[in-house]
């Protein structure tokens, strides 16, 4: 099932398309332009969901990557890591 645009206030609606472009940070490539908007909105969707799915795991995995670190240095790694 197709999920609406966005609406980010009353006047503004935006497309699938525009979502898709937010989503990528920049205009999606040509072939996409001929998606019907339902289809580029639900690809937008499915790559936010993509990139939330991978954060979370990467957190994961980092913090499972600092237990193999002494304690008394995980703060330190931390913070060169940028934790």
Do not use: F, I, N
Not at 13 to 27: F, I, K, M, N, Q
Not at 45 to 55: E, N
Not at 57 to 63: K, N
């Amino acid at each position: 099932m197709p999920s609406r645009p966005h609406v980010p206030d009353d006047d503004v609606l935006v497309t699938g398309h525009d979502a898709l472009a937010a989503e990528l940070g920049a205009a999606p490539p040509a072939g996409l332009a001929d998606l019907p908007d339902a289809y580029a909105q639900r690809l937008a969707d499915t790559l936010a969901t993509a990139r939330k799915s991978q954060a979370a795991e990467l957190a994961a995995a980092t913090t499972e990557a600092l237990r193999h670190v002494p304690r008394p240095l995980r703060g330190t790694v931390r913070k060169v890591v940028g934790l």
